[in-house]
């Protein structure tokens, strides 16, 4: 059973395209994450939910918009794509959203943008 | 000075040596200290909780130093299958859900 699944695993597009990377965990978690890790790893918070509600929206552009239909699903939606959005996006959930929890991390969405 | 930070090595050592990690945090309140594991191409994973008397775990050991503002991570008997880059978790200041990520310390271990 997958704990934290995510879809696409590999999504490469055309700059100025729109595209949605999905979400889900069956771990009961009330808290959802959204990273970005670059080319150089280096692992980046981007967005938080806890119970549907968006608690840290980090210094990210308007063209990216998390969406959490409930507490167990946490979509992420990029408009007008552009070269600089390359890179491996995870999405993550903890138990209750407190920095003590451990966070558990999907496999990783593949983003390359052409 | 960056709010978490790693030597990003490679550190390349032999099978059954020991090798240590430092990691070091900028702000004095942080309070809650992990090490993740990533693999190649994969998801980072929970290898260990940092508590402030140290915790073991088989061939792990992680301590924080708060005086010196590190946490450090001993692997002893190193296996093959150790290789990975080790990633230093730090809460954030001011936000109680928030972590920083370092950017990881590389081992590969060497048969």
């Known amino acids: 059973d997958t704990a934290v699944s995510q879809t696409p695993k590999y999504l490469v597009t055309q700059m100025g395209n729109d595209k949605s990377i999905k979400c889900e965990q069956n771990?009961?978690?009330?808290?959802m994450y959204w990273y970005k890790q670059d080319s150089k790893k280096f692992l980046k918070i981007m967005f938080s939910?806890?119970?549907?509600?968006?608690?840290i929206n980090e210094t990210v552009p308007n063209r990216f918009s998390p969406k959490s239909p409930d507490k167990a699903h946490l979509n992420l939606h990029i408009n007008s794509l552009e070269l600089g959005d390359s890179a491996v996006y995870f999405c993550?959930?903890?138990?209750?959203?407190?920095?003590?929890?451990?966070?558990?991390f999907g496999p990783g969405t593949r983003l390359t943008v052409l | 000075r960056k709010e978490v930070e790693q030597d990003p090595g490679p550190f390349n050592v032999p099978e059954g040596a020991t090798v240590a990690f430092n990691c070091t945090y900028s702000?004095?309140?942080?309070?809650?200290f992990f090490w993740y594991r990533q693999d190649c191409r994969k998801e980072p994973k929970l290898l260990m909780s940092?508590?402030?008397s140290g915790n073991e775990d088989g061939r792990f050991t992680a301590q924080l130093n708060r005086a010196s503002q590190y946490i450090s991570l001993l692997i002893r008997d190193s296996k093959l299958s150790d290789s990975a880059t080790y990633l230093c978790?730090?809460?954030?200041?001011?936000?109680?859900?928030?972590?920083?990520f370092g950017t990881g310390t590389k081992l590969q271990v060497i048969p």
């Open positions: 993550a959930s903890s138990l209750g959203g407190a920095s003590t929890d451990t966070q558990y």
């Open positions: 771990l009961g978690h009330d808290t």
């Open positions: 939910y806890n119970n549907k509600e968006l608690i």
């Open positions: 702000n004095s309140a942080s309070q809650s």
């Open positions: 940092v508590y402030s």
């Open positions: 978790v730090v809460n954030a200041p001011g936000g109680y859900q928030k972590v920083t």
